[in-house]
């Protein structure tokens, strides 16, 4: 709310020389799942505390095209205030969510899991990975601190991935080791290490099914790179346990909801 009301508030309503007591609807304008209800409520609640919120339904639910999923009432140069924040809020979380969704449909075997990423706008990771559960997704690690993921580009600067792992599980200190391959030959050379996870990066559907025969009797298996909703089904059928999808949270689209008066 500070962004939209410093240095001098709400210029264009303080315009208005009437503040009477209005209801507004807040309808989707799209197909959806819905999210940010709370947090829609709370700019609302930011601008005037005696504003009355009331959810028509509840953050997670399947929202058809037209359905009103909010009634706020308050003083109308309040509602102006906080309207575009709370409407920004709704539509990007639904956003996240139903993006996330069309990807959880996608995968008939239920043991394979959608997850999230680190590529999320800044300052604003918590609300689109909470986006990602909303949609059936699952979260990957809040921050560098939460796992010790080696990735190319670190095996690239240290040149040498067996020597990687093993400081890894020598300085883990409880956190869980995954381990990024880009080839069957860079699995092969740390089958046997341990570790929990194996991450394969953009590999064929053909390199991939062979690296989790290979790997499933040792370690977690996940898939990333490079998956869209074209070919997310066959990656899924390789048996792997795990898909990473960055666009959940860096491509979603804004639902279109709107605010009648």
Known sequence: MLEDLSPSGDITTKLLEKNKKIKIKIISNENCVIGGLNFAKMAFKYSDKNIIFKSKT????NIKKGKVIALVEGRAKSLLKSE???????CLISGVAT???KFVNKVKDKSCNIYCTRKTIPNL?????????LGGGKNHRFNLSDEILIKDNHIAIDGNLQKLVKKATKNKKGKRITIEVDNLNQLKKILGLKFDCVLFDNMSI????????IAKKYYET??????????IEKIARTGVERISIGSLTHSAPSVDLKIEY
């Open 58 to 61: 509840k953050d997670g639910k």
């Open 206 to 213: 053909k390199n991939l099914k062979a690296g989790v025969n």
């Open 99 to 101: 993006l996330t969704k």
């Open 222 to 231: 996940e898939a990333s790179g490079n998956i869209n909703l074209k070919n």
């Open 84 to 90: 575009r924040v709370a409407l920004n809020f709704l």
């Open 125 to 133: 990771r918590k609300i689109q990975k909470y986006g990602v559960k």
